[in-house]
């Protein structure tokens, strides 16, 4: 079974359009992080955020916000106002800590393009 | 640029091969990760280091090794190449001053391996 599953593939909006990416993790941990990170067509993997488990507040940071929702184990992702510069793979990721270190866990991505 | 450098940048070669991928991690930053990206198994946490220790383990190989190094650079070493080794191998690294692993994580430009 997956450990974070990203149910949509690729998704499509015309800029100024607001997208929220979804994000569902499954642990059995009561510690744990979750984090989003950006692939660009470049390739390279950018971090945006990192919650620990107990921190259930919303964050904004500029056009990006994320709501973080325990009871439906739920880490979405919403970019308001997209531009073209947003089109990107976006990743969720789960960090469980164990005695032999911490291990980590991907969603297959969102592809999303943001059409001018 | 996130600080984090890894050579060569492009690899290409021959099953049953062996290769060496290095990784330099940002200034001060004393835990290396290493994580394997291909189309069939999506992003994946290999290895983690810190402080020239082994520190978690995750779907890796026993084809594969990994080592930190006194000046904290880490190689990633694969053996007995075969195709399905092809794949982008992303590098990222962290200060880990308490946890290790549920830190910030910086990736570098990856490193993409072809095996023919």
């Known amino acids: 079974a997956q450990k974070v599953t990203q149910a949509q593939t690729e998704i499509s909006v015309v800029e100024k359009e607001d997208v929220t990416l979804d994000c569902v993790y499954e642990?059995?941990?009561?510690?744990?992080?979750l984090f989003w990170y950006k692939q660009p067509p470049s390739g390279e993997l950018v971090f945006l955020i990192r919650?620990?488990?107990?921190?259930?507040q919303n964050e904004i940071s500029g056009r990006y916000s994320w709501n973080f929702q325990k009871s439906t184990s739920s880490f979405n992702f919403t970019i308001t106002a997209s531009q073209v510069v947003d089109s990107a793979v976006y990743f969720c990721?789960?960090?469980?800590?164990?005695?032999?270190?911490?291990?980590?866990?991907f969603g297959t991505g969102t592809s999303l393009t943001v059409i001018p | 640029d996130s600080g984090v450098t890894q050579t060569p940048k492009h690899l290409i070669t021959a099953t049953g091969q062996r290769v060496t991928l290095r990784c330099s991690p940002r200034s001060g930053d004393l835990s290396v990760y290493w994580y394997q990206q291909s189309l069939d198994q999506g992003l994946q946490f290999l290895i983690q280091?810190?402080?020239?220790?082994?520190?978690a383990k995750g779907n890796i190989l026993e084809r594969f090794s990994a080592q930190q190094f006194p000046d904290l650079h880490s190689e990633l070493n694969l053996s007995s190449l075969e195709l399905g080794d092809s794949a982008l191998y992303f590098c990222?690294?962290?200060?880990?001053?308490?946890?290790?692993?549920?830190?910030?994580?910086?990736f570098g430009p990856g490193t993409r391996l072809t095996v023919l």
């Open positions: 990222a690294s962290s200060v880990a001053l308490k946890q290790p692993g549920t830190d910030t994580q910086y």
């Open positions: 990721a789960l960090s469980e800590m164990r005695n032999t270190g911490n291990q980590f866990y």
């Open positions: 642990t059995r941990d009561t510690t744990y992080y």
């Open positions: 919650r620990n488990s107990f921190d259930e």
């Open positions: 280091y810190y402080n020239g220790e082994e520190r």
